[in-house]
């Protein structure tokens, strides 16, 4: 349940707090509460003379015009009192609650609604990893996707030890006796509609350049070696305990200048030595997500008759550099030059020549995870809106009040649960398909709910800008969610396959199953 600011029990009448408007001290009001700002009139970032403006009035109004909630949480330390005979009106969450915003949650989160799908180790979960996202993850990442700077070991640590980073891998025997979250789920019973939540959650942080630094490389990089590992048992164990641990970092690196969606087409090569036990790698790899800090690189190379995966290790030869674009540095965005990088052939995963099948066994899952991101995503979007169209003013009333804004809500509205409802039906059938028929029968629609909710991205991103103005493409201060949405959500449309490639794919795989039906 949702609480009000914790402040100090002293009363004030509000012909007490008019008097407060002098040079020497200035007090105003905000939701029945005083505060007295004397102190603070220069080191306010708008300027003195805006909080002068409201000395010993009511600011309520004002104030939620131009500030986050937030903002007040921050500066808590000025509040003196409240009005007598007044309580608090507007709710100050607590980290873990439930948003009681209308559509703020996905309808199994909402006491109203009952779903098949989501019992009580999927509800416990979520409890334990939104107060963990809240009150860990949300600080660092909102500091860290400001500055630019790289995820901290600290952090790391802290997941690996809530057992994170193995729920970030989604179901499997790496899960089985491990302590998740105080044992907020089983390893057993982690589904996954578990590994949903967690996808889903942690996106709550709004920091799209942050939410891929936080090991998206280990989440789309490990999942090849668990696979694909057991020629070399020694060394899957030691990946992995390593990663899991936090005291190594992996990713996947694919992607080149010469070839993205089309896999087929790279150039980085690995020739064997004339005694056969070594690989020579050359080539460049681009667009690595956490290529810049991390150890191991799932890499993929042309090998004499097609293509091959191998694990290269950071060391001679090996060279990262960051790219820019136009997210956060945080992501841990890189380039990478490998120059005559000699790789134990006991690195290979799966089969020589045969990679395609590791690279390809990867994308489903990574496309779903991508999926549950966007459309969370999307809902924190509709939640801000919601709640921006009712204490902004505008022509003397609301922006709610103006049916033109209503309409662009119920559109976004509509786009949000339309595509979480698809995800939830996609996801009840990993839980009963086997992967073998995963690879057939959910590789096509998998592409389209992606392909399908990123569209629905740009419309609920220009949609909302709209709605927020100026606001909506300013980095800090109100439309701070909206702006990071409107610069990011463009990477999910090409990220793990772009949108034209996992259209062709879904109809390719339908064409497949196509009877001799005529009309």
Known sequence: MANVLNVPDKTFTREEVKKHNTEDSTWFIIDSVVYDVSEFLDAHPGGEAVLRQVGGKDATSAFY??????????????????????????????????????????????????????????????KAIRKFTDEVLAPEALEKERTGELISQDLIDKMSKAGIL?????????????????????????????????AQEQVRVACRGFQDGNMAGMVIGLTCILNYGDKNPALKKRITEEVFSGKKKICLAITEAFAGSDVAGLRTTATKT???????????????????????????????????????????????????????PAAGTTYITFDNVKVPVENLLGEENKGIYVILSNFNHERWMMACATIRYMRLVVEESLKWAHQRLVFGKRLIDQPVIRQKLAKMIALCEAHQSWLETITYQMNHMPYSEQAKHLGGPIALLKMSCTRAAHEIADESVQIWGGRGLTQTGMGRVIE???RGYKFDAILGGAEEVLGDLGVRQAMKFMPKAVL
């Open 65 to 126: 015009n131009l500030h986050r909630h937030e903002v007040l949480i921050k500066y808590n330390d000025l509040a003196i009192g409240t009005i007598k005979g007044e309580k608090q009106s507007i709710i100050t969450p607590r980290p873990g609650d439930l948003s009681p915003v209308p559509y703020a949650e996905p309808l199994w989160l909402t006491p109203q609604f009952r779903s098949p799908y989501f019992n009580d180790s999927h509800r416990s979960l979520q």
């Open 166 to 198: 193995h729920m970030r891998m989604g179901p499997g025997k790496h899960l089985h006796g491990v302590n998740l979250l105080d044992g907020a789920v089983k390893g057993e019973e982690f589904d996954y509609f578990h590994d949903m939540i967690m």
């Open 274 to 328: 004339p005694d056969g036990r070594h690989y020579i790698v050359n080539g460049t790899k681009k667009w690595i997500t956490n290529g810049v800090f991390s150890d191991y690189f799932v890499t993929g190379v042309k090998t004499d008759k097609g293509l091959s995966v191998l694990v290269i290790e950071r060391g001679e030869g090996v060279e990262t550099k960051p790219i820019k674009t136009s997210y956060s």
């Open 484 to 486: 990071n949405f409107n």
